[in-house]
Structure formats: structure tokens, C-alpha cells
């Protein structure tokens, strides 16, 4: 039987087989870069469309494929829907940077997102209206604590993936009531799409900046803090 050829997707140009089962989902697809230069060996690139790099290589001699995604829910719905869909991606892990709400989550910490909330109707349109609350996979998220056992530094529980980066109104103060630590723009759907699809996610985040005190992460810290940032998600990638 006559089968045609695998056409990439509209967004990622890879080949089937070319990205990993497992993969880090930054925002910034110059961090994916990074990440690719730094971490990973035997590197190929997969992905320019739209500057949206990703690359496939090897971590501790196991294959694993980083890929930027860009900013807010719509546009990790498109990578996210397209990696599970087309690539049989199944695992999936956003890295990237977010807002501390609470006294307890300092600049430079490291949240595991146990929940993420939203002010979005993007989950609404797939559960006619229903208030779905969407969660990391629990063997990814152990398997992210165990890698940072000990480490005081590291944050457990829920965040919220907002619309607006620049928001005026006092939600913060109503998220802050329900302690939840961070605001980001992107779990939320993430987490949504892997559980429609029968995947498994996980957010882990680094506070960049805090939105009731205004601090943010000095340049020189902020290497040092993405570096655990990326060690976490890779071991829990591996063994989660």
C-alpha cells in the first residue's frame, strides 16, 4: 500500500523522528538555543519557522529536543497541539520565567507548578464551559523534586497563566488570597492540551521579577538561577 510522505506542520518543519519523545518547551526561542549549546550533545536543528528554533540532541546519553514556543496560552497551544499530534511528543516540559506573588517566592527561585489557573476562556471552548483545573503529571513533578531535594530555593504548588502581562486590575491580590505563587502566561494550556490529548506536562518556572515588591533578577543572578532552572526540568525529563 502506498503511503504519502509526512508533510510538516505549519509551524515546525521537522520530519517525523526528528524530535525527541521528550521535550523542554522555553518561551524565548533563543533560549532553546542556549539550552541546545550548553546542555545537549549532537545537536541538530529541526525548527526556523518563524525563528521558533528547536533542536533535538542528547543529555547524559538520552535524546531529548528543546523548542521555543513564544508568549501567552494561543501561541504554546499551536507548538503544544502539533508536538503531541504530529511528533508523538510525550512528555513535555515548559521552562521559562515568572512573577513571584507571594513573601516566600524570592527572585531567583524555582517553582514546580503543581496547578496552573487562568483568566482565559481557552480551556472553556473544549469543556462547554466547564471549570477544568488542569495539573502537572505527578511522576513528572516527583521526579522534579526529587532533583531539587534540598534545595530551599524550590517552590511546590500552584500558579496562574494570565492574559495580560501588564495587568491593572487587583487580580493579584485574589490570587495571592488563594497562595497561589506565580503568574506566567503559558502552563495553563499546556496543561490543558497534554491531558485532552493523553500526555504528560510540566511547568518549571524561575521568579524573575515580583509583582507585589517590584524587585527583579539582577543580570548577574540570572544565568546562575535559568542553570537550575534547566538541570531540574532535564532529570525530571529523563526519570519523571
Given at each position: 500500500m502506498w503511503l504519502a510522505p509526512f508533510m510538516s506542520t505549519p509551524h515546525i518543519s521537522a520530519k517525523k523522528g526528528d524530535i525527541a519523545d521528550r521535550i523542554l518547551l522555553p518561551g524565548d526561542p533563543l533560549r532553546a538555543k542556549w539550552i541546545a549549546e550548553n546542555y545537549l550533545e549532537d545537536v541538530t536543528q529541526f525548527n526556523a519557522v518563524r525563528n521558533m528554533f528547536g533542536f533535538t540532541g542528547t543529555y547524559k546519553g538520552q535524546?531529548?529536543?528543546?523548542m521555543g514556543t513564544g508568549m501567552g496560552l494561543?501561541?504554546?497551544?499551536?507548538?503544544?497541539?502539533?508536538?503531541?499530534?504530529?511528533?508523538?511528543?510525550?512528555?513535555a516540559i515548559r521552562i521559562g520565567t515568572c512573577g513571584g506573588l507571594l513573601e516566600k517566592t524570592k527572585i531567583g527561585d524555582v517553582i514546580l507548578a503543581m496547578t496552573a489557573s487562568t483568566d482565559s476562556?481557552?480551556?472553556?471552548?473544549?469543556?462547554?464551559?466547564?471549570?477544568?483545573?488542569?495539573?502537572?503529571?505527578?511522576?513528572?513533578?516527583?521526579?522534579?523534586y526529587e532533583a531539587s531535594k534540598g534545595n530551599p530555593n524550590v517552590h511546590i504548588g500552584g500558579i496562574a497563566s494570565m492574559d495580560y502581562f501588564y495587568d491593572e486590575t487587583d487580580s493579584a491580590q485574589k490570587l495571592i488570597q488563594h497562595g497561589v505563587l506565580g503568574v506566567e502566561m503559558e502552563a495553563n494550556a499546556l496543561y490543558s492540551i497534554a491531558a485532552r490529548k493523553q500526555r504528560r506536562a510540566l511547568a518549571v518556572l524561575t521568579v524573575s521579577d515580583h509583582i507585589i515588591t517590584h524587585e527583579s533578577m539582577p543580570s548577574e543572578q540570572r544565568e546562575k538561577?535559568?542553570?537550575?532552572m534547566v538541570e531540574i526540568a532535564l532529570t525530571a525529563a529523563l526519570n519523571g
Open positions: 535524546r531529548v529536543s528543546v494561543p501561541s504554546i497551544s499551536i507548538y503544544a497541539t502539533e508536538l503531541f499530534n504530529e511528533y508523538d511528543v510525550q512528555v476562556n481557552i480551556n472553556r471552548r473544549f469543556t462547554n464551559n466547564l471549570d477544568f483545573a488542569p495539573h502537572a503529571d505527578f511522576q513528572l513533578l516527583l521526579a522534579a538561577s535559568l542553570n537550575a
